[in-house]
């Protein structure tokens, strides 16, 4: 890779991909009519250069014309390769019809984003039925681990944490990040009592009066996840908790709710730019994109 | 085509098209999560079927990924064929690089949509650098000419109409409805004096005081054509302008704006569904459609 092309937000995070990689950092406009419409400009040269569009995928939808014009026009003007970083992958959690006639958003959205791009860097996408990237990409796709990030954090920062798995799909990463933090966890357990009750319950919660609870999720997106676990924490006798999570997706001012609902501090890495970033995924992106983009 | 798939607020309009092609109408539901993905869920079987989406383009970069889900959620579920109707195709309008390293969206989105259907239908596309839609599409793409509607609602309803084009673009198209109308018609030409200032002109000002004088407009989007048309008018001794749009756009309160620039009325096809629709294209819409679509 050698131009680097952030989108609207991503400019901080460019900067320090850069700084691992040695790009060379080019703008782009994308200027949005009233009448819903984009108008994407590329800021420098592509011709003859590799290049990357950074671009997190939160409001995909907004997000997938202004991402095809940016890369078929880079190419137009002659980019040799036109690749995609995207920090957060959305539209993963889609990955199976849970109702008839659903769209099966997921693999529709990996064929959209074939069509666009050369190759594909993320971190830690939701695929929870999909086993792996290159089941859905035919690109060329690498994912990072942000584990061992989250668990050197909370190492450092929460010496006497108890990690928690909100739900049975944690499992395996949540036991993961423990093991690297050399830290207990526990992966609760919902039952559903009533029509909007929810009920959590441990393996063992005197744990959880051993140490700081840390609840890990993947995508903080409504937080009710998050909300959820926390309100019920206090009755297990367990002390405020932090959450820490890999995708500040926070839609409609999740953060919030999820520090009313009693956290004592939330955090997050870089993915998705957000208040609660403290975890910076520049240097393993920049790893994996050095595998997959060449050099020019 | 044997089902049609309205897009949320195409309903009326997908009605008048059944009616005229015997298509059952099949709903579709879009959610929209606060996170900026869409849930699309179809609510009919298509299996067997030749399916049509009818769906206007204001807004594509909203509507580009759910398109994109229903048509292949569709094929997956078994459609035979999957068309688009899109009565206003949006970004026809950025058909050249204006400014260095610009994306030329026409294409590019045509080649999205292309991706996505079997065939097109569109009204009246903004095609001003690309003679034919076969130049952008590989699908079988058909237009409809709304001219003879808009001379049949002009003849009927303003006698005494003196047609005006907003400028040396829309001379053609103009002079065809005022030949179809059987009345006059002037071309304005804009001049620009310092660096907001733009005056019009007539070649023969003296036709503007025989008859009402109505403003034709393809795409009335900011509404600055038909503002500054208008807001001139008057100095040339005319009485006040209808007029007459064919795809009502009309970002950001714009029909109010050209109201207050002293319009008497406006009025517009129902290609986008708004207060002023006053001439309908689904008879038009599904005549074209039976020519592309196929019966089965």
């Known amino acids: 890779m050698q131009i680097l092309v952030p989108f609207p937000g991503m400019e901080p995070l460019a900067r320090r991909i850069a700084a691992e990689t040695g790009a060379e950092i080019q703008p782009v406009d994308l200027h949005r009519f009233p009448d819903g419409e984009t108008l994407v400009t590329l800021g ?39 690749g995609l970083i995207a920090p957060y992958l959305g539209y993963m959690r889609q990955d199976t019809r849970f109702h008839p006639r659903e769209a099966v958003s997921a ?35 690498r994912r990072v681990a942000t584990a061992p990030l989250l668990a050197s954090w909370i190492a450092e920062n929460v010496p006497d944490a108890v990690l928690l798995g909100p739900d049975s799909e944690s499992q395996q990463w949540v036991a993961e990040v423990a093991r690297l933090a050399a830290r207990p966890y526990q992966v609760l357990t919902k039952h559903r009592s009533g029509d909007r009750q929810v009920e959590i319950s441990l393996p063992d919660s005197a744990v959880l009066r051993q140490g700081t609870p840390v609840i890990l999720d993947d995508i903080a997106s409504s937080g009710h996840t998050l909300v959820q676990t926390l309100e019920q924490l206090p009755a297990l006798g367990a002390p405020p908790a932090i959450c820490v999570v890999i995708h500040a997706v926070f839609a409609d001012g999740a953060d919030d709710a999820i520090r009313r609902a009693g956290a004592a501090r939330i955090v997050s890495t870089d993915s998705i730019a957000h208040a609660t970033n403290a975890i ?7 790893g994996a994109v050095k595998t997959v983009a060449g050099a020019t």
Chains 1, 2 share one sequence.
Do not use: M, Q, Y
């Not at 910076?280 to 920049?286: E, H, Q, R, T, V």
């Open 107 to 141: 693999p529709i959205f990996a064929g959209f984003l074939d069509e666009c791009f050369d190759w594909l860097v993320t971190a830690d996408p939701h695929l929870h039925r999909n086993p792996s990237l290159s089941a859905l990409f035919r690109i060329p796709a």
């Open 280 to 286: 910076g995924i520049a240097k393993l992106l920049a």
């Open 44 to 82: 420098g040269d592509p011709s003859g250069r590799n290049v990357a569009i950074l671009a997190t995928l939160r409001d995909p939808d907004l997000l997938a014309l202004p991402l095809r014009f940016a890369a078929a026009t880079a190419r137009e003007l002659g980019a040799t390769r036109v």
